[in-house]
């Protein structure tokens, strides 16, 4: 079975705090993704990574930025953390050049921003 | 313009009935994925069943099934036989196969399921 772990499910920090949350897939695969999990709003992609060191912009990549310096783990960073980043966040890896490539999901972090 | 639209407010449907969740999509491109995934309560997004654009025949997955309907742009997911443990928020996602982030996938707002005992 694929595995994708995040590094918390939960996690309170203050405004302006650097604030790191780290994914981590055992299945080998290229590609791995962001997203933040809003009431109403579904899933919004923030970065993924198609190989290690690099990186694309998703849908809503302001206030954030990502590292990946290894195949296996994808790092989200919030270089200021502010209220409006209060959310649920998931990881995903998968998702490969074929069609039927499905993405698979970590089990997410509720990050709180007081 | 949203290119997936789940517009049900929420669902509810009596154990062991068939329900069924919509979704629409809008592309101009011939070559695309669609995927339905599952999230209860615990968070984790659970991927149920997909369909690919030139597929002929219409997904099944145990008690999932898709009735993709391409000329009406619609993608709904039908639940046979619903259990409890089918109460959740379920998604509808598309690939579009053609743009260079071919990975990407694109999610609706998601359904709310509950199933009563």
């Known amino acids: 079975d694929v595995k994708v772990t995040q590094s918390s499910r939960y996690l309170v920090k203050r405004t302006g705090e650097k604030v790191f949350l780290e994914c981590v897939q055992d299945?080998?695969?290229?590609?791995m993704f962001w997203y933040r999990q809003d009431p109403g709003l579904g899933l919004r992609l923030i970065y993924f990574s198609y190989d290690v060191k690099m990186k694309e912009k998703g849908d809503i990549p302001e206030g954030y930025s990502v590292s990946r310096e290894k195949k296996e783990r994808f790092s989200l960073i919030l270089e200021s953390a502010s209220t409006n980043q209060t959310s649920m966040y998931l990881c995903a890896s998968g998702g490969g050049t074929v069609a039927t490539d499905t993405q698979y999901f970590g089990p997410g972090t509720r990050l709180t921003v007081l | 313009a949203q290119k997936i639209t789940q517009t049900q407010p929420g669902m509810f449907v009596q154990e062991k009935e068939a329900v069924t969740l919509d979704c629409t999509y809008d592309?101009?491109?011939?070559?695309?994925?669609l995927f339905w995934y599952k999230q209860p309560s615990s968070g984790e997004m659970i991927f149920l069943i997909y369909q690919g654009s030139y597929d002929q025949q219409n997904a099944t997955e145990g008690r999932y099934s898709l009735n993709f309907q391409k000329a009406r742009k619609s993608a709904n997911l039908v639940i046979s036989a619903s259990q409890l443990g089918d109460s959740a928020m379920y998604f509808c996602a598309m690939r579009e196969i053609r743009t260079g982030a071919n990975s990407k996938l694109t999610f609706g707002k998601g359904i709310t399921l509950s199933v009563r005992p």
């Open positions: 299945m080998d695969h290229e590609n």
């Open positions: 592309t101009s491109d011939p070559s695309y994925g």
